[in-house]
């Protein structure tokens, strides 16, 4: 039986931005339903990466990506935001018109929410780890082969082989280095697509002995069952060795699908969405777009960017969804109103 609600806006994804989309909409009396194809809310930061730390939220010196989910699902409480987790939107028809916007959004479940605004902030789409071309690496993932960290604990004195020249490859280079009982990296050239200060650090444990780096690729894998025992490693010199691990993780990126939103009429460039950057606003009155999934001139993929996007999308929501409403912008430190919502005495 396919359920329907009403509301004023369903978000697609509940990521950080999408989250915290929820927190702005809320401060303007907005309903918003959470739609996502993930199990629980928190998008690549709760699926991928959660124990890893980010430094650049303002406010927080350092705050692991979980604990950046933890505190906006805190933060969005006193709204009561409903979330459809492990559901997929297939459909968005229009209802109104550009004047007074409508839709119905379907998803894979069943689920069907009438909505007069839909605020796409799903990430790059749903995502998939580009796997290496490597003979029945499949007999090893989940076991000894893995695309993400998600307990760091996990890897605690075991031998882990890092293969990969990315940011996440350095990232949890250095992350895992001071668990692990040997951290050895894998990558095919002496160049890193890496910031910086994690390259130095890298090449830092290197040059005392705390770590190891092979110039190289891995050709194949050996091990018992599900549990990896050894790479097998063609390095650059032509020379083949055997590498002892008890772990894999290959970051090689990720592959980006947009699934049905491709089919939405939003006028895509590139597989991403063009937005303005008063109000973020697709080509569709009524829809608009935050996050890593939106193209502008100037635009940056980080955390807090969606953030700014996402308190400029709200502004204009108000106006569709209160149009005889005059909205008069408000100081959350100022507004006792605000503070009211927040449950702040």
């Known amino acids: 039986m396919t359920e329907q609600i009403e509301t004023d806006v369903v978000i697609v994804g509940a990521g950080p931005a999408g989250l915290f989309a929820v927190f702005e909409l809320g401060l303007l009396d907005i309903k918003c339903h959470l739609i996502d194809i993930l199990s629980k809310p928190g998008g690549q930061c709760a699926e991928l990466y959660p124990e890893k730390p980010i430094y650049d939220i303002p406010g927080f010196p350092e705050v692991s990506a979980q604990g950046l989910v933890d505190n906006l699902l805190k933060q969005i409480q006193p709204f009561h935001p409903v979330f459809h987790m492990g559901e997929m939107v297939e459909r968005v028809e229009t209802l109104g018109d550009a004047q007074h916007p409508k839709f119905r959004v379907s998803t894979d479940a069943g689920t069907e929410i009438t909505a007069k605004c839909v605020l796409v902030a799903a990430g790059g789409g749903s995502f998939m780890p580009k796997k290496p071309p490597i003979p029945e690496i499949e007999t090893y993932e989940g076991k000894s082969v893995f695309y993400a960290v998600r307990k760091v604990e996990q890897f605690r004195g075991r031998r882990v082989a890092i293969v990969g020249g990315g940011d996440s490859a350095l990232d949890w280079v250095l992350n895992l280095q001071p668990v692990a009982k040997r951290i050895t990296l894998i990558h095919r050239r002496d160049a890193f697509r890496a910031a910086p200060h994690s390259v130095n650090s890298m090449r830092e444990l290197v040059a005392t002995g705390r770590m190891d780096f092979i110039l190289g690729q891995v050709s194949s894998l050996k091990g018992e069952g599900a549990q990896l025992q050894a ?24 592959t980006m699908k947009l699934g049905p939103i491709a089919g939405w009429g939003l006028n895509l460039h590139e597989n991403l969405i063009p937005a303005d950057t008063e109000k973020f606003e697709t080509s569709t009155p009524g829809v608009f777009a935050i996050g890593d999934i939106i193209t502008y001139p100037g635009k940056l993929k980080l955390i807090l960017s969606g953030f700014h996007e996402g308190a400029l999308a709200a502004q204009k929501i108000h106006r ?26």
């Open 320 to 345: 569709y969804v209160y149009p005889d409403k005059r909205l008069v912008f408000q100081y959350t430190t100022s507004s006792t109103s605000l503070q009211k919502k927040l449950g702040v005495n």
């Open 231 to 254: 790479m097998v490693v063609r390095k650059e010199t032509g020379e083949t060795v055997d590498v002892a691990v008890d772990d894999m993780l290959p970051f090689f990126g990720l």
